[in-house]
């Protein structure tokens, strides 16, 4: 199998800057046991925040009786009112955007599945329930005067239904796209994708969808990940989901996986030459600070 | 920062199908404390060669004295004479690659550091003076009727002198191929490598090194190596070094990284559609023998 290159490839066109938004006080913690106390998590929110990183996303409003980790939302929310960062919050449906646009919020993060049996687990609804929901969030947050962005869970499959129909996650982009959402993040939320299927998706959703601010949310898969956000690159994505420590998942369990850490996705662009405005040194520290809190309040299986 | 893609982006050329070279039982098995009886190296070789993997690194032929795991190399070479799988030897110098000879080896592969820190601290010798060595060793292997290829340590860089010039590799390249060396392997033996990087320098010796083989060979580097190799595929490179179990480095010390786990690298190539005729789960034994070998015959400091 001799080399079968005759003349030079195409340069590999990559972004000059990328944005990261930081998931970890959200999706990083919701899984942890142990409540952690309310001036821990706003402590690290704090850090955070002096590294340079522009999104982060610092509570959810979701129900204290399914995520009690969740429980002080709104006091999260007062903490933080600045302006110079977008603070999101994440809201699975009305009620909790409600609750969301009562506590002062500027930012709120819609979630729907992009595979009928996930999104029935997650939420117990079909997808074009979901859809419907979303669209009367987008009106809600109008009159409110916030923004709303979306996050579409299995957006690269799922171990249930396998590999989404590429075409089906851009309609539903659309859908949000048209209906008002700001940003609409693909998430491959148990660790299926492949850097092929992230190119083929993130450059049929980066071109066809125009209005909307278009991002990834990749979790720790066999080490496969960067080879995603690199895809994800090529494709033209400028958006990036972590979470400092690689939060979320359970650290003591195998096979369920962590979010991509922060503190690596900041060097992993640092080698590829593309800048994003974040303190090298202490996203480092907020990555160690979360994986103290990770260890802290994990509640071990007995 | 909305979305600035107006068109489509061109798809992106992955090959059909990729060969692996194994290197477990040479690479990975080097660094062991304790020595591994030749029935177990033995053993794990078959149950490679039982997967479908066409390219074995199965020994070297190095001092003893430097690296006592080796010194059972004629031994190995004896048990393995087949014709249909490429068996090769690690021959650091004439001196080893007479030995190789003298054993019955169809194939050998010499090695060059492209830092002259690296070199001079490896083998004691200026770049140059290496080069001269390889071409009185192509010149051997040519006498004796056997293949010989050439890993280039450092190719993407080390820690001593940072990143490795393009030129400079595709020059060493470029004289290897003209002495009659069959195949090159761009080794990132730090594991400093990026994807940028990767793709810039195997396009560069693709298009440039016509009467060669190139190969890569990467470490485990915090999650970045699965990026790497897509960007090698995406540069057209068909030849991939791993060792099963992620064999190499030492799996106590921090920092210290294996190599590149084959039943990982297979499970990644089958995700893109590539075929590399190996065995999944066949792979997957041959991991889990090679990480007992290690655990077994780790010397723990005390």
Chains 1, 2 share one sequence.
């Not at 699975?92 to 969301?100: F, M, Q, S």
Request: hydrophobic share 45%; aromatic share 6%; with cysteine.
């Amino acid at each position: 199998m001799m080399n079968e290159i005759k003349s030079m490839p195409a340069p590999l066109i990559l972004p000059d800057s990328v944005e990261i938004t930081e998931v970890g006080p959200r999706d990083g913690l919701q899984n942890l046991g142990l409540f952690i106390p309310t001036e821990k998590k706003i402590q690290f929110i704090g850090l955070v925040k002096e590294t340079g990183i522009r999104h982060i996303d610092i509570t959810a409003f979701v129900s204290p009786k399914w995520v009690p980790q969740m429980r002080d939302a709104a006091e999260i929310v007062a903490a933080f009112p600045g302006e110079e960062i977008c603070y999101k919050v994440l809201v699975p449906n009305r009620k909790g955007l409600e609750l969301a646009i009562s506590a002062g919020v500027k930012e709120a993060v819609a979630v729907i599945g992009s595979s009928e049996a996930h999104n029935k687990n997650n939420v117990n609804l079909t997808v074009a329930e979901s859809l419907a929901e979303l669209v009367l969030m987008a009106a809600m947050a109008k009159d409110a005067g916030i923004i709303i962005r979306a996050n579409i869970a299995t957006a690269f499959g799922c171990d249930i239904e396998g590999r989404a129909p590429c075409q089906r996650v851009l309609g539903i982009s659309q859908e949000l796209a048209a209906a008002g959402y700001a940003g609409i993040t693909l998430c491959d939320t148990t660790g299926v994708g492949d850097p092929k299927l992230t190119y083929e998706l993130c450059s049929e959703v980066l071109t066809k969808v125009k209005n909307a601010q278009i991002g990834v949310h990749f979790h720790q898969c066999r080490g496969f990940e960067f080879a995603n956000i690199y895809a994800a690159l090529l494709a033209g994505v400028k958006m990036f989901d972590s979470a400092c420590g690689g939060l979320g998942g359970c650290p003591f369990a195998p096979g369920a996986s962590g979010n991509i850490a922060t503190e690596l996705l900041v060097q992993f662009f640092s080698k590829l030459g593309i800048s994003t405005g974040v303190d090298a040194a202490r996203i480092n520290d907020c990555g160690k600070f979360a994986a103290q809190l990770q260890k802290d309040f994990y509640l071990h299986a007995v």
